[in-house]
């Protein structure tokens, strides 16, 4: 028995462990000018995503103890899905 699973863009069948390349080959059809508008929206997710400056380790020498710690049980059974 051989399992698959199916690419939530295109729909496509891909074997285990193979990734869709149905967003690569959009991308590549873009005009530069949407690339470049594309580029610049994931840019700005990413830097919203990214840890402020006093994260962990930063500056101080000291861990960031402002995290509340989640049990490895409670991330299965919603999941793995963190509130």
Do not use: Q, W
């Amino acid at each position: 028995m051989s399992y698959y699973k199916t690419c939530p863009y295109c729909g496509a069948h891909l074997d285990s462990g193979e990734s869709c390349d149905c967003i690569g080959s959009l991308y590549a059809s873009l005009p530069p000018e949407d690339r470049r508008a594309v580029d610049s929206k994931i840019t700005e997710l990413l830097n919203k995503t990214k840890a402020p400056a006093s994260a962990a380790n930063a500056g101080e020498g000291k861990a960031d103890t402002s995290c509340k710690t989640v049990s490895a049980s409670i991330i299965t059974e919603n999941g793995g899905f963190v509130k």
